[in-house]
């Protein structure tokens, strides 16, 4: 049994995370709400990542396993973007990750075999239009997901996933109608949006023992998107 902690375990692909693990192991979901984890046996400690401290005493001496989920889809264009837009993306996507990376590091390192999982986006690998400011937030979630893993090797490891468009309520604004649906699935070589389900299985997986030799890896799900043209 381990001590998991994800921050923003309470929707979307988090969820997916909380409810494959919450059954072998004591898990703690901080986020701002808790209805869709009604039923669930695990710790909800209400919090704000932009707003709020976080109490060190509501977790466990020691976390095996550490998750940071929440994240941003603005999109504009660039002559639109103003620094408060980038500062507010950074805001949620890195400084808060990073303050809470920090925060429960010490923790991490109490543990035999701690793992660490963070999100991007597939708009780092590709550049896409209107994602200026989404993109340059996930990139330093990838800089620093490659450079604590290094630092912090052979401890803790330390990984991203990178997605494309999945059902989530982030992603609701772009998947809201069936124009919008088709639209989206056609741009995917796999003519599919991602299913955080699917996503959950995987990043339960690195998260595991049995990811032991993974480390520093950008996890590309996203049915192709980085990686394959299809015309
Ligand atoms: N969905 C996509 O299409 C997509 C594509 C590429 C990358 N990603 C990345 O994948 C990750 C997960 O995305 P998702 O689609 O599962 O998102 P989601 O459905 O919006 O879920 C985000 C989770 O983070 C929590 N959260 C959001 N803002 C918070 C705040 N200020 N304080 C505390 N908790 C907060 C939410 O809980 P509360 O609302 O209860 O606080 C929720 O549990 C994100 O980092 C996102 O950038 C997603």
Request: glycine share 6%.
């Amino acid at each position: 049994m381990k001590n998991i902690v994800i921050v923003g375990g309470s929707k979307g692909i988090g969820l997916e995370i909380t409810k494959l693990l919450y059954n072998n192991n004591k898990v703690y979901v901080l986020s701002r709400t808790a209805e869709e984890l009604a039923g669930l046996n695990i710790t909800h400690i209400p919090f704000d990542v932009t707003a709020d401290q976080l109490n060190l005493e509501l977790l466990p001496e020691v976390v095996d396993q550490f998750v940071y989920c929440p994240g941003s889809i603005n999109l504009k264009p660039i002559s639109n973007l103003k620094q408060e837009s980038f500062q507010s993306d950074m805001q949620i996507n890195f400084f808060a990750l990073t303050d809470l990376f920090q925060a429960i590091l010490p923790r991490l390192k109490k543990s035999n075999q701690a793992s660490v999982l963070f999100f991007s986006t597939v708009a780092v690998s590709v550049g896409m239009p209107f994602h200026a400011s989404i993109a340059a937030a996930k990139g330093a979630v990838e800089g620093f997901t490659k450079s604590v893993a290094a630092e912090l090797a052979p401890g803790i490891r330390v990984n991203a996933i990178a997605p494309s468009l999945t059902h989530t309520s982030l992603a609701d604004k772009f998947l809201n109608n069936e124009r919008k649906l088709e639209a989206a699935k056609s741009r995917n070589p796999l003519q599919e949006i991602g299913d955080p389900k699917k996503i959950a299985t995987t990043a339960v997986h690195l998260l595991s023992d049995d990811a032991s030799w993974i480390t520093g890896q950008i996890i590309h799900i996203d049915g192709g998107m980085s990686t394959v043209k299809t015309s």
